[in-house]
Nanobody
Framework: QVRLVESGGGLVQAGGSLTLHCAAS????????MGWYRQAPGQERELVAT??????????DYQDSVKDRFTVSRDSWANTISLQMNILKPEDTAVYYCNLKNLGSETMGQRGDYWGQGTQVTVSS
């Protein structure tokens, strides 16, 4: 099992910044992907940003609406991930979830998809 603990959410005015942090612990395999998703009221959960572990390529990907404003970073050794959010907009208001996917061998039990409890981000206009 994997445990994910998020921190850093809160209330901010439009144009402001927030940084979210997530620390993962437990059965984390070398091939993995960590990311941030968000879910606004009445909407489906959507990917915000993701970063692969070094052994899985180390590349990042962003939702188009945040590409020029958000930056995701991770410390693979510490199994932590952060999301620096700048120029926040009211439409960024949502519960933000940390996610980790183990991408190893399924036959060896090295696959899994895990979620944090979520942290609220509210952007006022």
């Amino acid at each position: 099992q994997v445990r994910l603990v998020e921190s850093g959410g809160g209330l901010v005015q439009a144009g402001g910044s927030l940084t979210l942090h997530c620390a993962a612990s437990g059965s984390i395999f070398a091939h993995n992907q960590m990311g941030w998703y968000r879910q606004a009221p009445g909407q489906e959960r959507e990917l915000v940003a993701t970063v692969f572990s070094t052994l899985s390529g180390g590349y990042t990907d962003y939702q188009d609406s945040v590409k020029d404003r958000f930056t995701v970073s991770r410390d693979s050794w510490a199994n932590t991930i952060s999301l620096q959010m700048n120029i926040l907009k009211p439409e960024d208001t949502a519960v933000y979830y940390c996610n980790l996917k183990n991408l190893g061998s399924e036959t060896m039990g090295q696959r899994g998809d895990y979620w944090g409890q979520g942290t609220q981000v509210t952007v006022s206009s």
